[in-house]
């Protein structure tokens, strides 16, 4: 879905214009994009179920800039772990991961969270929330913070993962994923065994449907 008025091609851009600056933390509203761009007009059963969280995930790890720090929170207590964080996609020739770790996690309130992390930030000009909330947005943009709507963030993801694919078309690729776990949502842990919503499934995971 693209907004009026824009080209499928703008995100890229701004996307592109954006990594000079310098790393950046992406907070995303996990079920707000879902229901606004993945699933829009879906039942409410079909976008509350793991497989459309997957579904996300699997769109997330598009993103171009390896070094972005992506947080993408879901509204619920549903895994025995609070943070899953997933490499997808090999090596690159140089030994670097081509997509960027996705850390997914569970919370009371996925609003309440993205917006104390926005306040919290300790460099809110390079803080970023995707959420179609006009209340998330206008809370983050109090904070200082950015705000990009749902569409041209997956459009964005999109583009990349377009790109890459046709770069690298000639590639054998695989989807490794590793966990890094632990009781507090902030990016710290240990290496430990993949797991998904809390159930250990072993290194690599199966490729998401």
Do not use: Y
């Not at 670097?96 to 996705?102: E, K, N, Q, S």
């Not at 919290?120 to 970023?128: F, K, L, M, Q, Y």
């Not at 583009?159 to 990016?187: C, I, K, Y």
Request: glycine letters at 10%; hydrophobic letters at 50%.
């Amino acid at each position: 879905m693209t907004q009026t008025g824009r080209s499928p091609l703008d995100p890229w851009i701004e996307i592109e214009l954006a990594a000079a600056s310098g790393r950046r933390t992406i907070l995303v509203d996990g079920f707000n994009v879902l229901h606004t761009v993945l699933l829009a007009g879906a039942r409410d059963s079909a976008w509350w179920g793991r497989a459309a969280r997957e579904r996300l995930l699997e769109r997330v790890a598009g993103w171009p800039v390896a070094e972005d720090d992506l947080w993408v929170a879901f509204d619920g207590m549903q895994p025995a772990w609070s943070v899953l964080a997933i490499a997808f996609a090999g090596a690159s020739a140089g030994g670097r991961a081509r997509g960027p770790i996705i850390h997914s996690l569970f919370v009371d309130s996925a609003d309440d969270w993205i917006v104390r992390r926005a306040r919290r930030a300790e460099a809110p000009e390079r803080t970023v929330v995707v959420s179609a909330d006009r209340k998330v947005a206008g809370r983050a943009r109090s904070a200082g913070c950015l705000v990009w709507t749902p569409w041209d963030f997956i459009a964005g993801c999109d583009a990349a993962a377009a790109g890459s694919a046709v770069a690298e078309s000639s590639a054998v690729g695989s989807s490794a994923a590793q966990s890094l776990v632990g009781p507090d949502p902030d990016p710290a842990g240990g290496a430990g065994a993949a797991l998904v919503d809390g159930a250990e499934v072993g290194a690599p995971l199966a490729p998401l449907p």
